[in-house]
């Protein structure tokens, strides 16, 4: 079986469900038949992949269901064993499902149906099967798995049987990538037409498993019918920076400002700092606690000091050459922080507001309005939910909507991290396709944030200097784990492959 490389663009589930009739028949092509499509390409990948397993396809009474009775008929017509589990009854399947079904079942297929709560289904009576289809619900699905379901998927994973999904793991919403208790985990998903923006992001990218694209022959004309603000960040249309010159020296690119590690806590603005070097600023300045500065400064010598509190800055001339600054790694909320963080806001230097610098501001919006300076925030979920007022788990729930406003009111480009980092500028919004679970160790935000910073030196567009650098730096932590695998990697780990990383996105001394 080829695989189909996965799409850039992404949609909302909602969009599709609305949209996909209509592409179809905009190609002469009538539902049931794309629906005989569907399962004829989830059934060729378990061929290709789990050939002559015996079947468990668990059908909800939709048209994702009607998927799976295709491919349990394609399945009993090379004399694999199978069996379909149906949460409803027959009687209750209508339109393209119940024609789906029917013919299952004129082949001799067998049907279980489960329409009554069980608290603990009888497991034993599934023991003969090898792989477990999952056709239950579909990109409509929202809220939470009904009891019976969510009863019979733990059985399903306390088994620990494969799972191939058909277009979204049940229990995950294909819109906004919330994750219902008890969503089934695939070993992959089968999409098809479209990318749902909701299986890229959060929860999410631990139930999909491999993705695996079908276009059904229609991805094409989707694409030319259906606008999307929102893609998969890739090699194929990822920003690039302008080649330097052969006369450039150290002041054409300029100077980056470092502010952050209150006294004791040296360890976040050294690490930012030195990505930033890493990345390409040529010149580095730290703003510490004065405790800390042996210790910025140790090993480092490339690096320079801008002093210890809000006077310093107003005396140092590494404020007048400054083109851009990075605020919050290991910085603290006490007084100091806050008189930091106000005097950056009141100027008009292009800006990354990182780490407790994000608490701080939450408290403190008004600030952000009246100055020429860009911003950049990058929070983690529960930096997220401080900004917006709300609970982790609302961020969690939507993490699409929440990336956009943020970047709305604050008026920023907003990076919101976590597995699938979103980038938005409050109306595009740029899914993240690299990196890894290795990386989440102590320190990589604050890395992050440094290169966010030297990147921003080398471009005039904020939005475009924060997709390099968060591509870039999962990457990074991506070639590092091939090599050493997944246990122990450091922060620091990654200034090693920058450099080389660099060369992809950055031309070479024009001679």
Same mark, same amino acid.
């Given at each position: 079986?080829?695989?189909?490389?996965?799409?850039?663009?992404?949609?909302?589930?909602?969009?599709?469900?609305?949209?996909?009739?209509?592409?179809?028949?905009?190609?002469?092509?009538?539902?049931?038949?794309?629906?005989?499509?569907?399962?004829?390409?989830?059934?060729?990948?378990?061929?290709?992949?789990?050939?002559? *397993?015996?079947?468990?396809?668990? @059908?909800?009474?939709?048209?994702?269901?009607?998927?799976?009775?295709?491919?349990?008929?394609?399945? $009993?017509?090379?004399?694999?064993?199978?069996?379909?589990?149906?949460?409803?009854?027959?009687? #209750?399947?209508?339109?393209?499902?119940?024609?789906? @079904?029917? %013919?299952?079942?004129?082949?001799?297929?067998?049907? %279980?149906?489960?329409?009554?709560?069980?608290?603990?289904?009888?497991?034993?009576?599934?023991?003969?099967?090898?792989?477990?289809?999952?056709?239950?619900?579909?990109?409509?699905?929202?809220?939470? $798995?009904?009891?019976?379901?969510?009863?019979?998927?733990?059985?399903?994973?306390?088994?620990?049987?494969?799972?191939?999904?058909?277009?979204?793991?049940?229990?995950?919403?294909?819109?906004?990538?919330?994750?219902?208790?008890?969503?089934?985990?695939?070993?992959?998903?089968?999409?098809?037409?479209?990318?749902?923006?909701?299986?890229?992001?959060?929860?999410? @990218?631990?139930?999909?498993?491999?993705?695996?694209?079908?276009?059904?022959?229609?991805? *094409?004309?989707?694409?030319?019918?259906?606008?999307?603000?929102?893609?998969?960040?890739?090699? %194929?249309?990822?920003?690039?920076?302008?080649?330097?010159?052969?006369?450039? *020296?150290?002041?054409?690119?300029?100077?980056?400002?470092?502010?952050?590690?209150?006294?004791?806590?040296?360890?976040?603005?050294?690490?930012?700092?030195?990505?930033?070097?890493?990345?390409?600023?040529?010149?580095?300045?730290?703003?510490?606690?004065?405790?800390?500065?042996?210790?910025?400064?140790?090993?480092?010598?490339?690096?320079?000091?801008?002093?210890?509190?809000?006077?310093?800055? #107003?005396?140092?001339?590494?404020?007048?050459?400054?083109?851009?600054?990075?605020?919050?790694?290991?910085?603290?909320?006490?007084?100091? =922080?806050?008189?930091?963080?106000?005097?950056?806001?009141?100027?008009?230097?292009?800006?990354?507001?990182?780490?407790?610098?994000?608490?701080?501001?939450?408290?403190?919006?008004?600030?952000?309005?009246?100055?020429?300076? =860009?911003?950049?925030?990058?929070?983690?979920?529960?930096?997220?939910?401080?900004?917006?007022?709300?609970?982790?788990? =609302?961020?969690?729930?939507?993490?699409?909507?929440?990336?956009?406003?943020?970047?709305?009111?604050?008026? @920023?480009?907003?990076?919101?991290?976590?597995?699938?980092?979103?980038?938005?500028?409050?109306?595009?919004?740029?899914?993240?396709?690299?990196?890894? *679970?290795?990386? =989440?160790?102590?320190?990589?935000?604050?890395? $992050?944030?440094?290169?966010?910073?030297?990147?921003?030196?080398?471009?005039?567009?904020?939005?475009?200097?924060?997709?390099?650098?968060?591509?870039?730096?999962?990457?990074?932590?991506?070639?590092?784990?091939?090599?050493?695998?997944?246990?122990?990697?450091?922060?620091?780990?990654?200034?090693?492959?920058?450099?080389?990383?660099?060369?992809?996105?950055?031309?070479?001394?024009?001679?």
């Amino acid at each position: 079986m080829v695989m189909q490389s996965l799409p850039q663009l992404a949609y909302a589930g909602t969009t599709v469900l609305a949209k996909e009739a209509e592409v179809a028949q905009s190609k002469g092509i009538v539902l049931y038949e794309l629906m005989k499509r569907a399962g004829q390409a989830v059934f060729n990948y378990i061929d290709s992949v789990y050939p002559n *397993h015996s079947l468990l396809v668990l @059908c909800g009474k939709g048209n994702n269901g009607g998927d799976g009775f295709v491919v349990a008929r394609l399945a $009993l017509q090379q004399s694999i064993t199978v069996k379909v589990v149906l949460f409803a009854r027959i009687a #209750q399947l209508k339109g393209d499902a119940r024609q789906a @079904c029917d %013919e299952y079942l004129a082949i001799g297929g067998e049907i %279980e149906e489960v329409d009554q709560d069980v608290l603990v289904p009888d497991d034993s009576k599934y023991e003969a099967y090898q792989l477990v289809v999952d056709a239950v619900f579909g990109i409509g699905f929202k809220g939470q $798995l009904p009891s019976l379901v969510a009863n019979f998927f733990a059985m399903i994973q306390a088994r620990q049987l494969p799972v191939v999904s058909i277009d979204v793991p049940s229990g995950v919403n294909a819109t906004t990538g919330e994750v219902s208790s008890h969503a089934i985990i695939a070993k992959a998903t089968v999409i098809f037409m479209a990318m749902k923006q909701g299986l890229l992001t959060g929860e999410a @990218c631990h139930h999909v498993g491999e993705l695996v694209f079908e276009s059904l022959s229609l991805a *094409h004309r989707f694409c030319q019918l259906v606008k999307t603000t929102t893609q998969r960040q890739t090699t %194929e249309n990822l920003p690039t920076l302008l080649p330097r010159v052969i006369h450039q *020296h150290k002041g054409h690119i300029g100077l980056l400002l470092t502010i952050g590690g209150q006294s004791g806590m040296p360890g976040a603005i050294r690490l930012a700092s030195e990505a930033a070097l890493r990345c390409g600023a040529p010149l580095v300045s730290v703003l510490s606690a004065e405790q800390n500065h042996s210790m910025i400064m140790n090993n480092r010598y490339e690096l320079m000091l801008a002093g210890s509190d809000v006077a310093d800055l #107003q005396a140092n001339i590494a404020l007048k050459k400054a083109k851009a600054a990075v605020i919050g790694p290991g910085l603290g909320q006490s007084e100091w =922080a806050q008189s930091l963080l106000d005097f950056m806001l009141c100027s008009d230097l292009d800006l990354v507001i990182d780490a407790d610098a994000l608490s701080l501001l939450a408290s403190n919006q008004t600030l952000m309005q009246g100055h020429t300076g =860009a911003r950049v925030l990058t929070p983690h979920p529960k930096e997220a939910a401080i900004l917006l007022g709300c609970s982790i788990a =609302a961020i969690e729930n939507n993490r699409f909507d929440a990336v956009k406003k943020i970047a709305n009111t604050y008026q @920023c480009v907003c990076l919101l991290k976590g597995p699938g980092t979103l980038v938005s500028d409050g109306k595009q919004v740029f899914i993240n396709t690299t990196g890894n *679970h290795a990386m =989440a160790t102590g320190g990589m935000g604050d890395v $992050l944030a440094g290169m966010i910073g030297a990147l921003i030196l080398q471009t005039d567009n904020l939005l475009d200097a924060t997709r390099l650098a968060v591509y870039l730096h999962g990457k990074a932590g991506d070639n590092i784990a091939a090599e050493q695998g997944y246990v122990g990697l450091l922060a620091s780990d990654l200034f090693s492959v920058f450099p080389t990383l660099l060369q992809s996105v950055y031309e070479p001394v024009s001679s």
